[in-house]
């Protein structure tokens, strides 16, 4: 197996109480990103983290904030998460029309742009914006829930998104994200993703790398 992806393990899994000592278990247990699922019950129909939440985090790690947003309106996030520490602002392509403004934005705040994919949307649809994209992000679950089990068709966007990089000479990290464990984990990595998005897998001590 390819070991040289990031592996990013998801606070939407951690225990609540004790985020703070969770960071600390992230960080001995090989995570090098904390990734933070912000959702707005609109987009997707839970709720989670508001910028509160990653602001009071930020000086209990050295990790950087890998922050993913299910948002409906992801411009409306921008500033407060800017502020609150996030390294990595990833929106939904569906929920942006104005895709090259919000990179733009993001940027203006000093983020770096991440774009994600439902696994209902092609590739193809990021075909305009992937050259102002640090990060793309494969969803191979239906966002909003933990502990789904990857839908297996959604490895060949990782494939497809590679590709398309060599080909262009682009430099956007693929990230992917729903449904990894130590089984999914080997496969995905194969792909070529460069960034490994585990929750209760990672939390429940099943995946170690």
């Known amino acids: 197996m390819r070991k040289s992806f990031l592996l990013a393990p998801s606070l939407l899994s951690a225990d609540f109480s004790k985020l703070g ?3 600390i278990y992230i960080e001995e247990n090989g995570g090098k ?3 933070v699922d912000v959702m707005d019950g609109h987009f997707v129909p839970n709720l989670s983290f508001g910028a509160p939440v990653l602001k009071s985090l930020k000086g209990k790690t050295s ?3 890998d922050v ?3 948002v409906t309106n992801p411009s409306d996030f921008v500033k407060d998460f800017a502020e609150a520490g996030a390294e990595y602002f990833t929106f939904h392509i569906e929920a942006a029309v104005h895709a090259h403004r919000l990179i733009g934005l993001i940027r203006e705040y000093g983020m770096k742009p991440g774009i994600s994919l439902v696994p209902s949307t092609p590739v193809s649809v990021l075909q305009e914006v992937l050259p102002f994209a640090d990060l793309v992000l494969v969803m191979s679950v239906n966002p909003g ?3 789904q089990k ?3 068709e959604c490895i060949e966007k990782i494939r497809q998104l590679k590709k398309i990089r060599e080909e262009k000479k682009l430099s956007y990290l693929i990230s992917v994200d729903g449904g990894i464990n130590s089984q999914t984990l080997p496969v995905a990595a194969e792909a070529g993703a460069d960034i490994i998005v585990s929750g209760s897998s990672f ?3 099943e995946l170690r790398v």
Do not use: K
């Open 21 to 23: 000592s969770e960071l």
């Open 203 to 205: 939390f429940s001590g």
């Open 33 to 35: 990103l904390i990734h």
């Open 68 to 70: 993913h947003f299910m």
């Open 150 to 152: 990857m839908i297996p």
């Open 63 to 65: 990790l950087p904030f």
């Open 145 to 147: 829930f933990g502990g």
